[in-house]
Each structure stands twice: as structure tokens, then as C-alpha cells.
């Protein structure tokens, strides 16, 4: 029980605060639906871009799921973090309409001139290059990446260069 408490502490109020204004958007019996939500929070509140297994832990005793379903969800999906990552995410498409277009020329440009590969994080800590996506939903503006989440699309070296310099 002290380790589930200890756990839990990593949270703060306010962020199950959060977590709970999505927990009622769910029938009772059925508040394990928040979990995609409550990942969410707590990586981006509590977790400095990353979820820990203890984040985890604390988001499955909360919304009563247990541990290793809430550990499938955030190695399911690519927007969970299991490692700790740079204080800017970078995300390349790589998907056949940016790829025609030069998303793998893209790739190798920021992995060559910044010295880091698809996954890792600059020796700085100031980006990390997500692993390889699939697909980020913009082909009419193919090649485009996401950086922090927002799209920039038709993209060259220069503009790249650009997008990365002006990040802190």
C-alpha cells in the first residue's frame, strides 16, 4: 500500500483534476475509456515528455486498470514516450506521398547535420528525432514533419534548418 501511495504522489492534485474532467465523460463503470487521456496528462504534466512505470502505475491504480494494460496502451501508440526524450519533439513522415516527394532525404539531412539518428536525442538534449512515422496526415504538403506538435509542411533543407535553429 505504501508503494501504491508513493506512486501516486508523483501526481499532483491538480493534474487528476484534469484526469478527472475526462473520467466523466465516461459511463462509471467504464472510466478505463480516459486512459488514452490520462497518459497524455500525466507525460506532458508530470513526466517531462516521457512516462515513467511508476506514471503508469499511478494512472492504472487511479483509474483502477491494471498496470500491464495501461503499459500496452503507451507502447501501442507512437505519441507516448517510454524514454526520456529532448525538450523538442521532431517527427518526419515518411509515408509514400512525402517520401515521392523527399521524406527520406529529409530524414538524412537532420540526422547528418545534426548528428543524430531516427529515435534519438541531440547530445545537447535539445531535440529528439522520433522514430520512423507512418504517416502525420498532410500529404498535400508533402514532405512535412511536426515539431512539438505543429505541422510544417513543404519542406526543404533550409526550411528545416530554419525550424530547428529558432527552437530553445
Known amino acids: 500500500m505504501a508503494q ?4 501516486s504522489s508523483l501526481i499532483s492534485p491538480e493534474v487528476y483534476e484534469k484526469i478527472d474532467s ?5 459511463p462509471a463503470d467504464r472510466k478505463q475509456s480516459a486512459v488514452l487521456s490520462a497518459l497524455t496528462i500525466v507525460q506532458e504534466e508530470c513526466g517531462a515528455g516521457s512516462l515513467t512505470t511508476d506514471l503508469m502505475d499511478a494512472v492504472a ?8 494494460a495501461v503499459y500496452e496502451v503507451a507502447s501501442f501508440y507512437s505519441m507516448y514516450e517510454l524514454e ?21 532525404e529529409i530524414v538524412r539531412h537532420v540526422e547528418d547535420k545534426y548528428s543524430v539518428k531516427l529515435g534519438e536525442t541531440t547530445a545537447d538534449g535539445k531535440f529528439t528525432l522520433k522514430r520512423e512515422e507512418e504517416c502525420l496526415a498532410a500529404c498535400a504538403g508533402a514532405p512535412m514533419m511536426t515539431v512539438n506538435g505543429h505541422y510544417h509542411e513543404k519542406l526543404t533543407p533550409e526550411i528545416i534548418d530554419s525550424i530547428i535553429e529558432g527552437l530553445e
Open 84 to 104: 526520456p526524450v529532448g525538450r523538442n519533439m521532431i517527427s518526419v513522415c515518411t509515408n509514400i506521398s512525402c517520401m515521392l516527394c523527399g521524406g527520406e
Open 4 to 7: 501504491a501511495e508513493n506512486k
Open 22 to 26: 475526462w473520467i466523466v465523460k465516461y
Open 61 to 68: 491504480a487511479y483509474i483502477e486498470m491494471p498496470e500491464i
